[in-house]
Every structure is written in structure tokens, then in C-alpha cells.
């Protein structure tokens, strides 16, 4: 395995890729791997991360940025690469949600998600609120496991599978980590586990 780290926006992008790691590469993938950088533009210039990505380069490691594309991903994808151009530091860059397209995690895994019928029921909430604010695609996926999973593991109990730090991507009941959606995930990710395969 590659020596790198990989800094996301937050600790949610962490546990997702994580166990997207742990299903198809390496059962291991280390906390020490992983930065948060507490939102996108913590690695600009007087961004909290910037210190760890110059650390992470002068010691001769790759750095791995995985980011939202959010609405408009051609230009934070030219940002992003103009700005390490600038720190003369080389970067792998992966933009959620498929490197192609405009959104984030949470996109990524309403298209993932295993159970249909949730996801339908609300976009049929969001059709009914037309003319309000509409609700934020967090809430969707937030909605989704509020439905499926049992109230011993929601709000109020120990581990909270609802909130994004302690949910299960591996459970295949909620989650498909082979959907075709994942493929330009799993090629982007494919070169630093070479070994691992």
C-alpha cells in the first residue's frame, strides 16, 4: 500500500470512505489515513488543514483530497487544482459525488440506497412542499435510516446509527457499496491499494 493520507470535508465523508475501503480493499483502513478538514475550503491558504497537507508532502506522502462537488463541479474542480498549483504540492482529486457530476455524499447515497421506497416517499414530500423551503438532501438521507432502523438505535441510545459518525455503510439491508454508482470511487481509489487487492 501507497503511502497517503486523505483529507475530506468532514467526519462523515470519513466513515463512508472508510467502509468503502474496508469492503473492497483493505480491512484496516486506519484513522491516521484520514483529516477532516471541518468543511471544503480547509485547505486554502489560512484553512485549518493547510499545515498537515504541507507535513503530509514534505514527508513524502500523496495527498488524497475528496471533496463535494456541490452545484457547480467543473469549477470547484479548477479551483481546488489551481490552488495546490499554487502550493506546489501534487493532489489526487475525487469530487462526490462521481467525479462527473454536481452534488455531494449525500447524493451519493440516495443513490445507493437500498431501499427505494424510502428515498420515493420523500421526493414525494418534497413534490407536496413546492413553494416552501425546500428541505436539505441531509434531511433525506437522515429520513431514510430514521424509517428503517429499530428506536434502540436511534436519538437517545449509546450509538445513534442515524447520525453520520456511527452509521453502518456496510450493511447491505441499507446500503448497495457495489451499486455502479461507486465505480469512479472505487478506480480512483483502486491505484492506492494495489497491494491490498
Keep these: 500500500m501507497q503511502e497517503y493520507k486523505i483529507?475530506?470535508?468532514?467526519?462523515?465523508?470519513?466513515?463512508?470512505?472508510?467502509?468503502?475501503?474496508s469492503e473492497h480493499f483493505s480491512p484496516d483502513a486506519s484513522e491516521d489515513f484520514f483529516f477532516a478538514l471541518?468543511?471544503?475550503?480547509?485547505?486554502?491558504?489560512?484553512?485549518?488543514?493547510?499545515?498537515?497537507?504541507?507535513?503530509?508532502?514534505?514527508?513524502?506522502k500523496q495527498?488524497?483530497?475528496i471533496?463535494?462537488?456541490?452545484n457547480d463541479f467543473a469549477n470547484r474542480k479548477s479551483e481546488v487544482l489551481r490552488d495546490f498549483q499554487g502550493y506546489n504540492i501534487p493532489v489526487h482529486l475525487f469530487l462526490f459525488p462521481?467525479?462527473?457530476s454536481n452534488g455531494s455524499l449525500e447524493t451519493l447515497l440516495c443513490e445507493i440506497a437500498e431501499k427505494r421506497d424510502i428515498l420515493r416517499c420523500f421526493e414525494n414530500y418534497e413534490k407536496c412542499i413546492q413553494g416552501y423551503e425546500s428541505p436539505v438532501?441531509?434531511?433525506?438521507?437522515?429520513?431514510?435510516?430514521?424509517?428503517?432502523?429499530?428506536?434502540l438505535n436511534k436519538k437517545g441510545s449509546k450509538q445513534d446509527l442515524i447520525q453520520e459518525a456511527n452509521r453502518?455503510?456496510?450493511n447491505p439491508d441499507h446500503w448497495?457499496?457495489?451499486?455502479?454508482?461507486?465505480?469512479?470511487?472505487?478506480d480512483f481509489l483502486s491505484p492506492f491499494f494495489a497491494e491490498a487487492k
Design 38 to 60: 471541518n468543511s471544503y475550503g480547509g485547505y486554502k491558504n489560512k484553512g485549518r488543514a493547510i499545515a498537515s497537507i504541507q507535513e503530509n508532502f514534505e514527508k513524502g
Design 7 to 21: 483529507f475530506t470535508e468532514s467526519t462523515a465523508d470519513i466513515k463512508f470512505i472508510k467502509d468503502f475501503i
Design 98 to 100: 462521481n467525479d462527473n
Design 137 to 151: 438532501i441531509k434531511s433525506k438521507v437522515f429520513a431514510y435510516l430514521d424509517a428503517l432502523l429499530p428506536s
Design 176 to 186: 448497495n457499496l457495489h451499486h455502479e454508482y461507486l465505480h469512479p470511487l472505487h
Design 67 to 70: 471533496l463535494d462537488a456541490d
Design 168 to 170: 453502518n455503510y456496510r
Design 63 to 65: 495527498t488524497i483530497l
